[in-house]
């Protein structure tokens, strides 16, 4: 099992971000979403003091903020990168997102949780099998094994068959990949893999369904080790197209 490389380079919430306008077009912000108008500007207002104490030093008359260079340059990579990869990771104590955002020279990597809060961190893109084996590492679930399975929508969610395929269910990853400049001629692609006791699946879905299929879904069994190397052989070798948060679902807890 592949471990974890990258160190926490800094933490943000939704609120920090937004005040020195690091607001990105796919990342979600959990915590703000459910605030009103009011409640965002009093969040924004006490993130000033938080972001202080990451070093931040207020400047052009307390109009702007001057952040460390090993921040900001994190930040621009982040804002520049024209594709990212996104994982979630849902688990009974654990809701994540994971955005890989996919430099030239450097990917940064941002943890989202549930509350708001972002995790930073900065990789090689030639080390970016092992983050997302890492991210993937789950303990106690088991291959999967068979032919692959046709279930319906509603058989899945009321779990029929769960008990025979996976048993418990241990954890839930759902990814995709982000385009600033989608390619028309590619298809929009979401994996999913469950992994429990007795089994491991992973399934592979249109963003853009066919109707006539389109509460059918194919599982296929699946290696717990073979996560993460699933996830980037399928989309970072497929052109996804743009997404906006408000389009699409990652699970979470």
């Known amino acids: 099992m592949r471990r974890r490389l990258a160190p926490l380079l800094v933490r943000f919430t939704d609120e920090e971000l937004l005040l020195f306008s690091a607001t990105h077009p796919v990342v979600d912000a959990p915590y703000l979403t459910g605030l009103d108008e009011g409640q965002r500007r009093l969040a924004v207002q006490v993130a000033y003091r938080s972001l202080c104490a990451h070093g931040a030093v207020a400047v052009d008359g307390g109009e702007g903020m001057e952040l460390p260079e090993t921040i900001v340059a994190m930040l621009q990579v982040r804002a520049s990168a ?3 990869l996104l994982i979630s990771k849902a688990t009974p104590d654990v ?3 994971r955005y890989h955002h996919l ?3 450097v990917v940064v990597l941002e943890d989202v949780t549930d509350d708001g809060m972002h995790e930073f961190r900065l ?3 030639e080390k970016l099998p092992d983050e997302v084996d890492a991210f993937c590492a789950v303990e106690g679930v088991a291959d999967g094994h068979g032919d692959p399975v046709m279930l319906t929508v509603g058989s899945f969610t009321a779990g029929d068959l769960a008990q025979e395929l996976w048993g418990e269910g241990v954890a839930q990853f ?6 600033a400049a989608p ?3 590619h298809q929009q692609v979401l994996l999913g893999v469950l992994l ?3 089994g491991s699946w992973s399934s592979r879905r249109s963003l853009v369904p066919d109707e006539a299929d389109d509460r059918v879904i194919e599982m296929q069994p699946a290696r717990v080790a073979g996560v993460g190397d699933f996830i980037l052989d ?3 070798g497929t052109q996804g197209s743009e997404m906006k948060p408000d389009t699409w679902h990652l699970m979470r807890r």
């Open 82 to 84: 024209r594709s990212v």
């Open 95 to 97: 809701g994540v997102l």
């Open 103 to 105: 430099g030239s020279d």
């Open 123 to 125: 990789t090689d893109p």
């Open 174 to 179: 759902d990814a995709t990949v982000w385009r």
């Open 183 to 185: 390619d028309a001629s």
């Open 196 to 198: 429990g006791t007795a």
């Open 234 to 236: 399928e989309l970072l």
